[in-house]
T-cell receptor, first 114, second 112 residues
Framework: NAGVTQTPKFQVLKTGQSMTLQCAQDMNHEYMSWYRQDPGMGLRLIHYSVGAGITDQGEVPNGYNVSRSTTEDFPLRLLSAAPSQTSVYFC?????????????FGEGSWLTVV | AQTVTQSQPEMSVQEAETVTLSCTYDTSESDYYLFWYKQPPSRQMILVIRQEAYKQQNATENRFSVNFQKAAKSFSLKISDSQLGDAAMYFCVAVSGSRLTFGEGTQLTVNP
């Protein structure tokens, strides 16, 4: 099925642990991005990528890093988890503006850091 | 910089009535898209409607329609004949190039 696949859906981490949230899309989209959504709030951009080998920081990049070695995959790494990183994380993909784009979202990854 | 503002944190509507959710945006780009996404408690992001900035005609999808005022940078969502299943958080989103900018969201309650 075409779409954005995020794993894991739920994860509990201890403070200081590291982990990787996986994101994959099979639509050959150039643009991919990661967001976090805290309770009662909108989505805030963590990192984004405009193509394989190209990444850039969003508004809340600290504590996370990303890589884009292929068009399909865009993993998000938490380097040393902190309770402030407890949130729901969304991956999204799309084509460039003007190409009839729609934003496709993964189903979200619920992360709790204790 | 690109910003999106939803000035109504919460709205409520009676079932079968009409409700309008407000959104204003600011962008320096000439080529952009605007979207409304619905997020139910499951947190899934569901596309409601989209509008290309170069189109003057307002987008419509069944009971959902927008009032796109480009000069005023306004993009409101009208929901007609509201149903219980419309209850959700609604996000206004502006997209230009690779950049997606979300509003803070409006929590819509539908009363039976």
């Amino acid at each position: 099925n075409a779409g954005v696949t995020q794993t894991p859906k739920f994860q509990v981490l201890k403070t200081g642990q590291s982990m990787t949230l996986q994101c994959a899309q099979d639509m050959n989209h150039e643009y991919m991005s990661w967001y976090r959504q805290d309770p009662g709030m909108g989505l805030r951009l963590i990192h984004y990528s405009v193509g394989a080998g190209i990444t850039d920081q969003g508004e809340v990049p600290n504590g996370y890093n990303v890589s884009r070695s292929t068009t399909e995959d865009f993993p998000l790494r938490l380097l040393s988890a902190a309770p402030s990183q407890t949130s729901v994380y969304f991956c999204a993909s799309s084509r460039p503006t003007g190409a009839g784009n729609t934003i496709y979202f993964g189903e979200g990854s619920w992360l709790t850091v204790v | 910089a690109q910003t999106v503002t939803q000035s109504q944190p919460e709205m409520s509507v009676q079932e079968a009535e009409t409700v309008t959710l407000s959104c204003t945006y600011d962008t320096s780009e000439s080529d952009y898209y605007l979207f409304w996404y619905k997020q139910p408690p499951s947190r899934q992001m569901i596309l409601v409607i989209r509008q290309e900035a170069y189109k003057q005609q307002n987008a419509t999808e069944n009971r959902f329609s927008v009032n796109f005022q480009k000069a005023a940078k306004s993009f409101s969502l009208k929901i007609s004949d509201s149903q219980l299943g419309d209850a959700a958080m609604y996000f206004c989103v502006a997209v230009s190039g690779s950049r997606l900018t979300f509003g803070e969201g409006t929590q819509l309650t539908v009363n039976p």
